[in-house]
């Protein structure tokens, strides 16, 4: 325990260090600034374990650039020097690396990661306490790397609260129970195209990764993790959390994937899973639209994955997507979706959040859908998670928790209807032109209820007023 605080104590005191530097301006920057020395500090740890595993091992950041050269030293350069060699060698030499289809696939990662990043520190002497700080976590031990892992997470908490609106964290409870129910297995491509920092995909790895039993298998687990993310930042906390996770080459695209055309994906594109919590709420460009077919053009990004979701799974191919209620009522070109989704997928299930799950970054009210590609959908099975006793909503200190999740889990393989789950058919559905915001019909009569109360009550107030009024206007005509 002493360990991990002072993990945290040191990521802490590296923020503070950086807030007296006049260059770096805000939370994105000060992270941002973070990320590109802490990967290159996992990446030359990842380059000593490949030199001990390899004789002839060459190195991908060149000497004199990795970090045992110039960083580890605590009495190392410093000052000026220190702030010349970062912006006029360093991050030059890194930007231009010369790479053609012969160089190491690692180089391509490390010079994507150094394309879009920038060095902000103005002050040479606080960059060297900086560093030092970082000096005194060690990525090439095991322990040092997991503990990396709630580091990492308090990073990404500080980058939501710096960060815009529909992006936001997924809580790891959440995704790790969406993972599990769609039980990725070794052999099988699994996709997040809207991958974030990488946290549904360090979940499929940790689930994959009990299935690996040899070399082969360890082989084919570094192939099969996809993700695609379109901002810098989230994309270089992605790979370098995959690197942590010895994924050597991680295959993550840095790019939009709503910017490629829909109809362009060939077979071998496909993939056999997607877990994924798209952006909600975002408002993409005409440029963007056009890349899917006219009846699903939407300027709501959300919608947008969903169709791409559609157009990317495999036949038989499994997935899970958090989306928000809006998907579920909304009309137009949601329900042309909807009409698409249910013929060609089996979207057999939909866990109904309460609210609050991803505050403190928004309160909009999220589902998770569960599907499978290749049959029309017969039935919805929904499914409410309930809050945990005494909690009105969930809240940033009352989180959603792991265990809350067995209630799912204990259903799932062997459902029927209680006070938490119900099933609609595919005809009540279509009588309800594609609405899928049905609710709880065990908890409808208790709304009913009071509802009903609520009217009696404002009748009687109203009655009351009206026979105040009567009385009023009585005076006032008979006085006159």
């Known amino acids: 325990m002493k360990q991990k605080m002072s993990i945290s104590a040191t990521i802490k005191a590296v923020q503070d260090i950086m807030r007296q530097d006049a260059g770096v301006d805000g939370d994105a920057q000060r992270i941002s600034q973070l990320v590109w020395m802490i990967f290159l500090k996992v990446f030359d740890a990842k380059e000593e374990e490949w030199e001990l595993m390899d004789d002839d091992y060459t190195p991908i950041i060149p000497e004199g650039l990795r970090w045992r050269d110039w960083a580890a030293d605590d009495e190392g350069i410093t000052g000026d020097e220190l702030l010349d060699f970062v912006n006029n060698k360093l991050f030059k030499e890194l930007k231009e690396m010369k790479l053609d289809e012969n160089s190491n696939p690692k180089a391509f990662i490390v010079k994507a990661v150094f394309e879009d990043s920038y060095n902000y520190m103005k002050s040479g002497t606080l960059m060297r ?18 503990l990396f892992n709630d580091i990492y997470e308090s990073i990404l908490r500080d980058l939501q609260s710096a960060g815009n609106a529909g992006e936001y964290y997924t809580p790891r409870p ?56 379109k901002k810098p930042l989230p994309y270089m906390l992605a790979v370098t959390n995959l690197i942590l996770h010895d994924i050597d080459v991680p295959k993550i695209r840095h790019d939009n994937s709503l910017a490629r055309n829909v109809r362009d994906y060939k077979p071998v594109d496909k993939v056999d899973i997607i877990v994924t919590n798209p952006p909600f709420g975002g408002i993409e460009e005409d440029g963007i639209l056009v890349n899917f077919p006219q009846q699903f053009q939407t300027k709501e990004t959300a919608d947008l994955f969903m169709v791409l979701l559609m157009y990317l799974l495999k036949d038989n191919g499994r997935a899970a997507i ?34 609050g799950v991803f505050a403190p970054y928004t309160d909009i009210n999220t589902n998770l859908l569960f599907l499978e590609k290749g049959k029309p959908t017969k039935e ?48 009540e559905i279509k009588s309800r032109n594609y609405n899928l915001d049905i609710k709880n019909p065990d908890k409808q009569t ?31 005509l008979n006085n006159g």
Request: aromatic share 10%; charged share 30%; with cysteine.
């Open 174 to 229: 959440v995704t790790q129970f969406m993972v599990d129910m769609v039980n990725p297995q070794l052999g099988e491509k699994v996709l997040d195209f809207a991958c974030g920092t990488g946290g549904f995909l360090v979940c499929a790895l940790e689930h994959l990764k009990k299935q690996v039993k040899n070399i082969e298998d360890e082989k084919t687990l570094q192939e099969t993790i996809l993700g695609i993310e």
């Open 446 to 476: 208790e709304e009913f209820v009071l509802s009903t109360d609520e009217l009696i009550d404002r009748i009687d107030k109203n009655l009351e007023k009206s026979k105040n009024l009567l009385h009023e206007l009585k005076g006032v």
């Open 322 to 355: 958090v989306l928000p209620d809006g998907f579920l009522f909304g009309e137009g070109v949601k329900t042309t979706i909807k009409e698409k989704l249910l013929e060609e997928f089996n979207l057999h299930t939909i866990v109904r959040l309460p609210n």
């Open 380 to 427: 919805i099975w929904f499914f409410e998670h309930p809050l945990p006793e005494g909690y009105k909503k969930y809240t940033k200190t009352k989180p959603i928790r792991h265990e809350e999740f067995e209630l799912e889990k204990q259903w799932w393989n062997n459902r029927e209807e209680n006070q938490y789950a119900w099933k609609v058919s595919i005809e």
């Open 129 to 146: 306490q900086v560093i030092n700080k970082l000096n005194e976590i060690d990525f090439t031990t095991q322990k040092d790397r997991h």
